[in-house]
């Protein structure tokens, strides 16, 4: 027989519970790499914003100011011109604004006139010296040197056209005028050939007219694109010839 041992028997210790590994700490929201990555490409995003912006307004500025330095140099050159073609104009006409200049204004009534067989009112020797003044009148601009007026002014090469085309129109209007100032005074003196001359001088006239009124367009275009104000009224009186 097994003999029992005196005494308490001892109880059985519960399990514990498995000890638990270390908890990590989740990184604070500022130090997490994706929130690093975006903050970092967005400041990117920002930097190059800031730099094209700034460069963008550089740009413009330095266009700005080479506009104004060619706008400036354009200006010389319409004015050197201007002080020349308007006065020119003024001594066979009137100038006044934007209207086409009125150049021998006595010229188209005494064509009429004689194309009715009525008074023109006018005298052949009027006529002759009217002529004279209109060649006179071409001359000066013809022998006007544009080319060192307006070169090497800001104008590219179709503005150099139109400014050269311009002047060239003017001068062969007043010549055309002249033309037809002459053969208006031969209508007067030679009765019996007047309308078959004054049918010549009014084709003569409406040429020239025509020509000056392109001519004078074109230059008010130019003109008003490099900023030169139009004309005052300057010239003959309303109505006069000569």
């Known amino acids: 027989m097994a003999i029992k041992g005196k005494g308490k028997t001892k109880s059985k ?3 514990r519970a498995p000890k638990r590994g270390p908890v990590p700490v989740p990184k604070p929201f500022a130090q997490r790499t994706w929130v690093r990555l975006m903050a970092t490409f967005i400041a ?48 066979v006409g009137t100038v006044q604004g934007s209207a086409t200049p009125q150049v021998a204004a ?7 006139a004689i194309a009715k067989g009525t008074d023109p009112g006018v005298k052949a020797t009027d006529l002759d010296t009217l002529a004279k003044q209109l060649d006179h009148a071409a001359s000066a ?7 060192d007026a307006i070169g090497n002014h800001g104008f590219d090469l179709s503005q150099t056209d139109v400014i ?5 129109e003017v001068a062969a209007g007043l010549r055309s005028l002249a033309v037809a ?39 008010e275009n130019i003109a008003a694109a490099a900023g030169i104000p139009l004309p005052a009224f300057q010239g003959l009186p309303s109505g006069s010839g000569s």
């Open 44 to 91: 990117g995003v920002f930097l190059v914003s800031m730099c094209w912006w700034v460069w963008e307004g550089l740009d413009k500025n330095r266009n700005a100011k080479a506009a104004a330095a060619t706008r400036a140099q354009q200006q010389q050159g319409i004015l050197a011109w201007k002080a020349t073609l308007e006065p020119t104009l003024s001594t």
């Open 106 to 112: 006595s010229l188209a009534p005494a064509i009429d």
């Open 141 to 147: 601009l013809e022998k006007f040197t544009l080319t």
């Open 13 to 15: 210790q519960p399990a």
């Open 164 to 168: 050269t085309s311009a002047h060239d």
């Open 181 to 219: 100032a002459r053969l208006t005074a031969l209508a007067i003196a030679s009765p019996d050939q007047a309308k078959a001359l004054a049918a010549e001088a009014q084709r003569s006239s409406d040429t020239g007219q025509s020509l000056i009124q392109h001519g004078w367009t074109k230059y």
